[in-house]
């Protein structure tokens, strides 16, 4: 019985081996073809000990890398490099020989790189041989299978510098090889200047799992680091990686941050936000960071190779941090916190109701829901530290337009103000942000008191500008908000005299100045001012007593204003009035040095010169009669006469015309023409009257 059951049991096990075998013959040349190499032939065939019998064994520099991967057992990979595999005439030979030179093939690869050749046994030779025309060379190598279990090197390394000099070093290998290795091994160097310079020392470190840490370094070198896994049974090689240099630390934060802000012109609810700044250290690029202060999730983070980044970002309050790297550090960082912009009045369109001081109610104007689902509320108060600490909450409403608080985390406090603004999302689904940049718009905010009173400081800064007889010029600050404790509906103004009770004046809250009119003169007046709300007025200001001037409108200094000016102007007036006249009227003739009075007056001279002086002429004078009316002169009138005529001729020798100097002189044309037509008009009523004599 029991020789029955072995005797099938050993059947069974032949006819496995020989289904393994089958399927082994099946499968090895679909191997090798996959790997698009041409299929190996046997050393006899292809006459391979005669054939290249008289190749040279230690003319071919480099040798041949032949290695097995861990999860590719059973199947050899080999590599070669030589400078004649780059000439087009060089041909390669892989001989693979196993179980004692029993088992050889010869492969002629297309490539410096053969893959997927069987290994049988634990002991294999290689040999590589190199053809190039009639030159011939051959290196092999003899090795045990587990010895040619190659593990890496690793596809990815990272590196991280910090301020007291440590560097960790974190590596990633492929999956397979990663489920082998145990412990990763790193050796560097320091690099002495900018050209490279290495003390030629490697030092290693090896550790288990990563990152890696490497210490003791002096300040922050350049390094030349490599990585690779450390040696074990399951990986026999462990080649090293590429080299990689680590510059120095980034020590200082981006400067200068410098934002500028545009509103949206087709898009209400968004701003466009440009930032920019500067860095002096040698780096890779810069990482910003953009959340929002109200802590609601979804931090975005932006690579940029330039300090410049522009977004889009709702009127929220947000918090960017800009910092620098390289392949090793992070520089500190430099941070901004964007505040809501100062907006103008958008018509009501939100309101607040306040049920308690855990709970109110936020209703909005348009039929948003239309359009939106997913709303975003935050609120804080106004006054308070700088960001302001921002509660949110999202929701998701498709019915109504309005959203009720309940539990909200900080209770509502009496006399303080609240700035509450709803945000609208595009998302239909969850309503949590997505991300940071352009994900929502600000639909519009609105200010609230959970409970009112009376402002608790005066304006500040009230004085009195001016005061004339009649008027006293009134200003003042605006109340702070923090001291206002409720909505300001504007100021009062108090005054009053000592013959009437005092009076108030409101005045607007954006108003911040007054005149008061109506004043009598030379009266002193007690004024305050004060701010209310809808519970009442606040505390006043200090009463500050002020007396109007006494008299007119005009004072004495405007008095003795004008009198200087108008001295001014008669001083100064005369000689442009004489200027003005040689300017505009530089025709108007001068009596004394006109032609025509010169040629009259020398008519006249002969006219008027003495009887005797002049030359007789031959006449008739028997019609000539000459009648005296005139009385003989008594002697007073003959001295009047004599001395007359005394003066005259003193006159005359003063004058440079005798005769015309005393009528014409400073005379005008037209004065001397009315002067000669009188003179002729009185001439012939003197002829008539001789005639009629």
Known sequence: MIRSILGRRNEIGKNCQFLLLLAGGILYPCVVYSTRQMKPVSCRSDNYPSKYKHCNASALQGGVDCFVKPHQEGLLTCQWRHEAAKEKQANFTLVVRQKQDKFCQVYKPMSNTLTGIPVFEDNLTVEVLLQNGSNCSKTNVTTHHDNLLRCGPPHHVTFRRYSDSRVN??????????????????????????????????????????????????????????????????????????????????????????????????????????????????????????????????????????????????????????????????????????????????????????????????????????????????????????????????????????????????????????????????????????????????????????????????????????????????????????????????????????????????????????TLEGLRSGTAYRIQVSGFTRVGPGNRSVAMVVETRIGGSLNRTALLTISILVLLTAMLATPFLRRAKVVFWPNIPNPDKSKSMQSLNAHTHLLLQPVDSLKPEECDVASLLVVELRAPPSKRQQSARGRSAAAEEQSAANSHDPLLAAPFSGYTSMDVIQQLMMMGEEGRSRGRLRDAV
């Open 169 to 514: 070093v974190s590596a990633r290998w492929s999956s397979d090889d990663t489920k082998v290795i145990a412990a990763v091994c790193v050796r560097y160097k320091e690099v002495t200047d900018h050209h490279r310079h290495d003390d030629g020392r490697w030092r290693q470190v090896c550790c288990q799992g990563a990152p890696c840490h490497l210490a003791g370094l002096k300040g922050s070198p350049v390094l030349e680091v490599q990585v690779a896994c450390n040696i074990s049974d399951k990986c026999a090689q462990c080649p090293w990686g590429h080299v990689c240099t680590l510059p120095p630390e980034l020590t200082q934060p981006p400067l200068s941050l410098h934002v500028v802000e545009n509103k949206m012109a087709d898009k209400g609810g968004q701003r466009i936000i440009s930032l920019t700044w500067t860095f002096s250290e040698a780096h890779d690029g810069f990482n910003v960071s953009v959340a929002k202060a109200s802590g609601e999730p979804s931090q975005q983070v932006f690579t940029v190779a330039r300090p410049a980044i522009t977004l889009l970002l709702s009127t929220s309050v947000f918090r960017v941090h800009v910092y620098a790297f390289n392949n090793v550090s992070l520089s500190p960082a430099a941070g901004i916190t964007l505040t809501p912009p100062h907006e103008d009045d958008d018509g009501g369109r939100l309101s607040v109701r306040v049920h308690n001081q855990t709970s109110f109610s936020v209703l909005w104007k348009d039929d948003l829901v239309r359009k939106y689902n997913c709303f975003c509320l935050e609120w804080s108060a106004t006054c308070g530290p700088r960001p302001p600490n921002l509660s949110y909450e999202a929701f998701y409403e498709d019915v109504n337009n309005n959203w009720t608080l309940v539990d909200i985390p900080e209770r509502l406090r009496a006399f303080v103000s609240y700035d509450v603004w709803l945000h609208v999302r595009d998302e239909r689904e969850t309503c949590d942000l997505k991300q940071v940049n352009n994900s929502e718009a600000t639909y519009a905010t609105a200010r609230f008191y959970f409970l009112e009173g009376t402002p608790d400081s005066a304006p500040p800064n009230f004085s009195v500008v001016s005061a004339t007889s009649s008027s006293l010029e009134l200003r003042w600050s605006a109340i702070l908000p923090e001291n206002r404790r409720g909505f300001l509906l504007g100021y009062l103004i108090y005054y009053a005299d000592n013959r009437q009770p005092e009076r108030n004046i409101r005045v607007e809250p954006w108003r911040h100045n007054y």
